[in-house]
């Protein structure tokens, strides 16, 4: 079992960069997928970036070139680097773990959530 907590969030002008942090305690964090979604008002929960046990990374193509995933199995942690923010990556960020086999972009998969940091991009 883990529990994810993010950090990081904020407003940021666009083309600005941004770092979250999620802090997942538990002590077989290292066995679990991890992933960051987002939503946005009005719209459906949504994958950005995930990687797997194995560090494998994953990325949706609105998130492809800008944003990277990572992963330090020591400290429980993952990160996610945004760069080059659009207003589009205005949202609410989750930070989730999915046990054994997963599909990174499928939100049921993932059986631990945080309670997401927002992250406001301005024009």
């Known amino acids: 079992q883990v529990q994810p907590v993010e950090s990081g969030g904020g407003l940021v002008q666009a083309g600005g960069s941004l770092r979250l942090s999620c802090a997942a305690s538990?002590?077989?964090?290292?066995?679990?997928?991890m992933g960051w979604f987002r939503q946005a008002p009005g719209k459906e929960r949504e994958l950005v970036a995930a990687?797997?046990?194995?560090?494998?990374?994953y990325y949706a193509d609105s998130a492809k070139g800008r944003f990277t995933i990572s992963r330090d199995n020591a400290k429980n942690m993952v990160y996610l680097q945004m760069n080059s923010l659009k207003p589009e990556d205005t949202a609410v960020y989750y930070c989730?773990?999915?046990?054994?086999?997963?599909?990174?972009?499928?939100?049921?998969?993932?059986?631990?959530w945080g309670q997401g940091t927002q992250v406001t991009v301005s024009s």
């Open positions: 990687i797997n046990s194995g560090g494998s990374t």
């Open positions: 989730a773990a999915a046990p054994g086999s997963f599909t990174p972009g499928v939100a049921g998969a993932y059986k631990y």
């Open positions: 538990g002590r077989t964090f290292i066995i679990f997928n």
